[in-house]
């Protein structure tokens, strides 16, 4: 392993040890009288949940919602874009729409579906469907638009069809666009997977948490805080390196791995 990589790993660690070193020290001095848990207590929780079955399944239930809809939202919403920033008059006409949709979070509609669906998967997956599909699209319409013309007319000089230019012209040229966004939505299809649980009683994590409060077991609750942000990073780290892989051929990507 290379040093430019062993040193923001090596940052990384000394970051969080510091910041579970702070934690402790709260635990124990400042705070010591609130219910904050230490920080070896949530770990050691954390531990023992991982014996028990019921955790793996209510991860289990929250990975599906979350990619589930996440797929969804991704093949939706880049057919729509593509749809969309193909035509101007298209993407004026849905612009308002969109950007009037876009900052709505999914929460708003949460007691609409809860009451349609019910506290299942179903609900989940379609929270994070509608909270991430609308930013998929957008982004994958600017990048399709944003397509330089010049190189589309020498697709056109060179007798290309509208289909051979949309596939290998506007497509890898949107590509970029495309990849951002399913990056940045990674994050948030998980955020949304477990208020689909915590709030709307779906399957998953956020049910478990919601259990570990009303119970009063601190240390539970916050051992599935510290779950939640692994599979955070997890998730974060597995976009990135899918984006990475997918644009390998872009000038950004290829002057980072240089």
């Known amino acids: 392993m290379s040093r430019t990589t062993l040193v923001p790993i090596g940052v990384g660690s000394l970051g969080a040890v510091t910041a579970l070193g702070l934690w402790q020290w709260a635990a124990v001095g400042p705070l010591t009288a609130s219910p904050l848990p230490t920080a070896i207590e949530s770990i050691s929780a954390l531990f023992r949940l991982g014996s028990e079955p019921e955790m793996w399944r209510a991860t289990g239930d929250t990975l599906y919602m979350a990619l589930l809809g996440l797929l969804l939202a991704a093949v939706a919403g880049i057919l729509l874009g593509?749809?969309?920033?193909?035509?101007?008059?298209?993407?004026?006409?849905?612009?308002?729409?969109?950007?009037?949709?876009?900052?709505?979070?999914?929460?708003?509609?949460?007691?609409?579906?809860?009451?349609?669906?019910?506290?299942?998967?179903?609900?989940?997956?379609?929270?994070?469907?509608?909270?991430?599909?609308?930013?998929?699209?957008?982004?994958?319409?600017?990048?399709?638009?944003?397509?330089?013309?010049?190189?589309?007319?020498?697709?056109?000089?060179?007798?290309?069809?509208?289909?051979?230019?949309?596939?290998?012209?506007?497509?890898?040229?949107?590509?970029?666009?495309?990849?951002?966004?399913?990056?940045?939505?990674?994050?948030?299809?998980?955020?949304?997977?477990?208020?689909?649980?915590?709030?709307?009683g779906g399957p998953g994590l956020g049910q478990s948490l919601l259990l570990a409060q009303i119970s009063g077991n601190q240390n539970e609750l916050f051992a599935y805080v510290l779950l939640l942000g692994l599979l955070g990073l997890a998730v974060q780290g597995v976009s990135q390196w899918g984006e990475r892989r997918l644009l390998h051929w872009h000038p950004q990507y290829r002057t980072e791995a240089v």
């Open 82 to 200: 593509v749809g969309i920033g193909v035509s101007p008059l298209a993407l004026h006409a849905t612009r308002v729409p969109l950007e009037f949709l876009k900052p709505i979070p999914p929460i708003v509609i949460l007691p609409i579906v809860a009451l349609v669906l019910g506290p299942t998967a179903g609900m989940g997956v379609f929270l994070v469907f509608f909270g991430c599909f609308v930013a998929i699209a957008v982004q994958t319409s600017a990048g399709v638009f944003d397509t330089d013309p010049v190189t589309r007319d020498t697709g056109r000089s060179y007798s290309m069809n509208r289909c051979e230019i949309l596939g290998r012209i506007v497509l890898p040229s949107a590509l970029p666009y495309i990849g951002t966004a399913i990056r940045v939505a990674a994050p948030t299809a998980l955020i949304v997977a477990v208020v689909a649980g915590l709030l709307g």
